[in-house]
């Protein structure tokens, strides 16, 4: 993430995500990192741990992993008003469920630290100019559904993922990368609690279209 020397290591994605069962932290993911981008996103881990849980389309082991963020409302009252801004009913479906405005940089930057963590673990080196994130968990205002879908089916062309995803604990956390070697455009998919897909876009640097 940074040039700064690494005094320790940082769990990807961060270990709050997963329950507290152990049984589902199974050989967790770490890898070199600077107390600033481990110790001091702890907050940002929080937030990103509500919104995953709150997304819809997840499994049962929601339900206890959840019981940690109602402990951190009770401990800080003030957080919930910070992580449900402009909370409003909406149906969807039939259904009455709730949208809160998602603060999409603090997203973005969440899930490109987990992507670079995860492209270092797999090959020691740094994944560098990351780009769009799509993901049916959330709806931009400015994006259509007919856009949101076609920049995803574009995203998809230019890269090829894997079917099967990795992981250890697969019912809490997944992921897949595209396998090119050359090329562009390369692509990795995140998946929690078995819940809607995260992508994520970058280009690569120093090479040409095959």
């Avoid at 801004?85 to 149906?91: D, F, I, P």
């Avoid at 562009?184 to 929690?192: E, Q």
Wanted: glycine share 8%; hydrophobic share 35%; with cysteine.
């Amino acid at each position: 993430m940074c040039k700064a020397p690494a005094t320790g290591r940082e769990h990807v994605p961060p270990q709050c995500i997963f329950p507290e069962d152990a049984q589902y932290r199974k050989d967790l993911i770490t890898v070199p990192s600077c107390p600033e981008h481990n110790l001091g996103k702890s907050m940002g881990d929080e937030y990103m741990k509500f919104i995953v849980l709150c997304s819809g389309g997840t499994n049962e082991l929601v339900n206890p992993a959840f019981g940690s963020v109602i402990r951190s409302f009770v401990r800080r009252p003030d957080l919930l008003p910070k992580f449900t801004l402009n909370l409003r009913e909406v149906s969807i479906g039939g259904q009455e469920t709730a949208q809160i405005t998602l603060d999409y940089p603090r997203f973005q930057t969440w899930i490109e630290s987990i992507v670079r963590g995860l492209f270092f673990h797999k090959t020691e080196g740094k994944c560098k100019l990351l780009g769009d994130v799509f993901s049916g968990i959330f709806w931009e205002q400015t994006l259509g559904d007919d856009d949101f879908k076609e920049r995803c089916r574009e995203a998809i062309r230019k890269a090829r993922i894997p079917e099967n995803y990795e992981g250890a604990n697969p019912r809490v956390f997944q992921y897949a990368f595209d396998r090119r070697t050359l090329g562009k455009t390369s692509m990795c998919r995140l998946r929690f609690y078995e819940g809607d897909p995260i992508w994520i876009t970058w280009k690569n640097v120093n090479v040409h279209e095959t």
